[in-house]
């Protein structure tokens, strides 16, 4: 059974740090696409980071560069997003995704976690 379990959200004050995990189960981690994607309180859902499978560089959304690093862990099945200087408009459920790297219709999403920027 495949599964994406988020952790590590939560409550902080702005300028502060989080790190999310996304622990990966029931599929080859390594030939996987990762993901981290956000939604606002009504907001369509945001691609924040990726990260390949294999080969090539890391990808951010605009608003989070220099701030958010995606980082993977292949012998853990574990992906993480450390977010750094946080702000208020920061504040979204973040959600982590797997695409095969080949087999796009292979995709998964987590339940997702809740980050809160507020003083």
């Known amino acids: 059974q495949v599964q994406l379990v988020e952790s590590g959200g939560g409550l902080v004050q702005p300028g502060g740090s989080l790190r999310l995990s996304c622990a990966a189960s029931?599929?080859?981690?390594?030939?996987?696409?990762m993901s981290w994607y956000r939604q606002a309180p009504g907001k369509g859902r945001e691609l924040v980071a990726t990260?390949?499978?294999?080969?090539?560089?890391?990808n951010y959304a605009d608003s989070v560069k220099g701030r958010f690093t995606i980082s993977k862990d292949n012998n853990k099945n574990t992906v993480y997003l450390q977010m750094n200087s946080l702000k208020p408009d920061d504040t979204a459920v973040y959600y982590c995704n797997a695409v095969h790297y080949l087999l796009e219709r292979y995709a998964y999403w987590g339940q997702g976690t809740q980050v809160t920027v507020s003083s």
């Open positions: 029931g599929f080859t981690f390594m030939l996987y696409t």
């Open positions: 990260i390949p499978s294999v080969r090539g560089s890391t």
